[in-house]
């Protein structure tokens, strides 16, 4: 059986302790030895090895009694690398710049204009947001279907975006000059922002459907977001329901106009084709419409749910604060660029 060489055990331990200092925050070399299991000299051979390559730096020291050097504490170097999140809507583009540690540094935001350059508006509001800061990776958000395997759209936006172009992500990647970039469905980012921080954090497994501008779905099995063979898994909006597509079919039924009884059992028709199929254990009701309508929505949705399925299922409203779109293409980008600064 091979073992790990020096060299690869020195990436994988200066691996290990980057993650902690972005979990934890500013640590000691103490702390690092308790939390790694690492001996003294490798975790000292560690720290100067990172502060040699930029990414750790001290930050003042801890409230010990005895000072010296155990007693500093060091932090990942912020500015290290910068990436951005791209919401592509019909209504506009907005856009979050991010530190190394997911800081947000900077934002921006383009109205759609039609017959707009689209490439353009993007290279611009990033532009905006970075402010001058060179950018590692940079993930685009956008309605439709994803190949996971090109990374390209599979055909227009299904909300119809203001100058949209097949060629939209190699055009923007080539403008902005950044080393990644990657086009994601936006209801799958917003997937990735529930997984993380919202509702579904702590969960492996779990179903989001989208009610906003468009129907969509999401499926998150074994903590990671699943496309299927061509990009298509979750794209509930293409069933029927009642003999019409179920966007319109949602379209009638409002919240806001006293049919939240109705609206509930229509949403729970869907939910119960997600349950019966993948089994998820938690549907996350998210979009516009999923997150005003709160828990009390999700309540009346998991009441009509009852009798329809065999397995108990659990449904919650979106927790993600702000835009979840933008949140989990910022996400996505940090995973990217902390693979290639971090190695």
Sequence with gaps: MKTATPA?????????ALDLLLEHGPLTAP???TLTGLSRPTVADLIERLRANGLVQPCGEAGEDRRGPNARLYTLVADRAHVAGVDIRRSGTHVTVADLTGATVGTAERPAVAEADLAAVIRDAVAAAAGGRTLEAVVLGA??????HTGRGLGPCDV???????????LVQEALGVPQLVLENEVNLAAVAEHRVGAASGREDFA?????????????????VRQGASGGAGEVGFLELDGDNLCCALEGPRLDAGDGELFARQVARVVAVMVLVLDPGLVVLGGTTGRAGGADFAAAVSAQLDGRVPVPTEVRASAVEGNPVLQGAVLTALDLARDAVFG
């Design 160 to 170: 119809g975006v203001a100058g949209w172009d097949p060629r939209l992500p190699d």
């Design 31 to 33: 702390q690092l030895r």
């Design 143 to 148: 309605p439709g279907m994803v190949h996971p």
């Design 8 to 16: 690869l055990a020195r990436a994988i331990n200066d691996r290990l």
């Design 208 to 224: 989001l459907l989208w009610l906003d501008e468009g129907v969509g779905g999401a499926v998150v099995l074994g903590g990671r």
